[in-house]
């Protein structure tokens, strides 16, 4: 059912981009009386799944989910369609109008993926407001996992600063430890200030780790119980806090997990708190080391909620849109980066729908949305031929020349781009078929 509900929240998710986004088109080609043949939803290869027809232009849905297209009269395109350009030039046709007007016809999809990006960004914060973890209130500093060991992190760290600049949001450290490297990392670990490098280099260890190699260090307080915990059978209780394991003090979750996960089917002594009094239990561990317990998420950490009035979240939410669209920008530089390894992790669609939630939650679709808006605006700008980034390349050249490329010459560019992004689809799915598979 997980599955399931992940694949009916990227096909909705991915329908809304690619109706705004075709919409795009089509609003600055009608603002420019330029003729629209056809507005589909999707692709349709040999047939449509609906389709009707008003006034001039055909609105339908393709059975093939990678996308859509709207086709332009006097344009070479999807279709391919190069008989229409072998007619006389007409003044409703695409190749007809002034460079200026094509250029924003081609940009009309890209503008609207950011704007509404930005207005989902909007809604969100009006809607749910903003929740965080300010960085202060990490009081026990970090747990850091095999990776960012090896990158010189210790548990207990509590990070400072980064490029001398004091952090706010905790949340935040990753991101920017992987956007901007190199990076130097002041630390606060048993009062001494130590001070890491993170080098461009390191991205790549830290991206093969698949996972956030820092967390928040937090108190083991039980939330729920597995099917057939061990632990809820030998008498422990939701709202116990777990003090010390075969008699040793232990403090925190990730002290527990990780001596747990090493003993298997071990018999083990967990003393816990409960109401003032320290009881004491002994059980076994099963087979992969765990004890069927779920812990209170960060507990003992405060995060921080923000709310946002109607007019606030205008600001906001433009701020976070346009700072989510600068990352993405940075990102695309780290896979363009060999020595990062970033390129590994480039994803087709089996990894997008990984991205959304199992269960269906409104705040994380929109969420997940809002961030696929940018990133459909952002690929469509790369100055690939089938791309709108590539038609807005060949618009700017006649524009600075004063001269047309020729339309053998964009028919064997559109080939070309489409090849690549053959290419670029089937390393993708190579990707994802190695790290979903194996």
Request: aromatic share 14%; net charge neutral.
């Amino acid at each position: 059912m997980g599955i399931l509900t992940q694949i009916l929240q990227l096909l909705l998710s991915l329908s809304i981009l690619v109706i705004f986004h075709e919409f795009g088109h089509f609003a600055f080609a009608k603002i420019f009386k330029t003729r629209v043949e056809k507005f589909y939803l999707f692709f349709d290869p040999w047939f449509s799944l609906f389709k009707i027809k008003y006034k001039d232009t055909e609105y339908g849905m393709g059975w093939l989910p990678l996308g859509g297209y709207v086709k332009i009269s006097g344009m070479i395109d999807e279709s391919m369609d190069k008989e229409q350009l072998k007619q006389p030039e007409q003044p409703w046709e695409f190749r007809a109008k002034p460079a200026w007007q094509r250029l924003l016809i081609m940009l009309g999809g890209v503008l609207v993926n950011f704007i509404l990006a930005a207005l989902i960004y909007i809604a969100i914060l009006y809607t749910w407001g903003e929740e965080y973890i300010p960085n202060q209130n990490v009081k026990y500093g970090i747990h850091a996992d095999s990776t960012a060991h090896k990158l010189g992190f210790q548990d207990g760290d509590k990070i400072l600063s980064i490029n001398d600049k004091d952090i706010v949001k905790f949340d935040n450290i990753m991101s920017q430890i992987i956007l901007d490297p190199p990076q130097k990392v002041k630390i606060d670990r048993n009062d001494s200030i130590v001070e890491i490098s993170i080098e461009k280099s390191d991205i790549n260890t830290i991206i093969e780790a698949k996972s956030r190699i820092i967390e928040p260090r937090f108190s083991f307080k039980i939330a729920a119980f597995s099917k057939d915990s061990n632990a809820k059978k030998a008498g422990l209780e939701i709202g116990d806090l777990l003090v010390k394991l075969n008699g040793k003090e232990l403090k925190y979750y990730d002290e527990y997990s990780k001596y747990l996960k090493s003993n298997p089917n071990k018999k083990v002594k967990i003393s816990v708190l409960r109401n003032g009094d320290t009881i004491d239990y002994e059980f076994l561990t099963n087979k992969e080391g765990m004890i069927g317990v779920q812990p209170v998420a960060f507990n003992e950490i405060d995060f921080n909620h923000q709310d946002y009035t109607f007019f606030e979240s205008f600001p906001a939410g433009i701020k976070k849109g346009k700072k989510m669209t600068i990352d993405y920008f940075k990102q695309l530089k780290l896979i363009f980066s060999p020595e990062t390894g970033a390129y590994k992790s480039v994803g087709s669609f089996v990894t997008i729908g990984n991205m959304f939630s199992k269960s269906w939650d409104w705040f994380a679709f929109w969420t997940m949305t809002a961030f696929l808006s940018i990133i459909l605006g952002v690929m469509n700008l790369l100055p690939i031929p089938a791309l709108d980034g590539g038609h807005v390349v060949f618009v700017l050249y006649e524009m600075i020349t004063g001269r047309k490329p020729g339309d053998k010459f964009l028919e064997y560019a559109q080939i070309t781009g489409f090849v690549i992004l053959i290419l670029i689809m089937v390393y993708a799915l190579k990707n994802d078929f190695v790290n979903y598979i194996f």
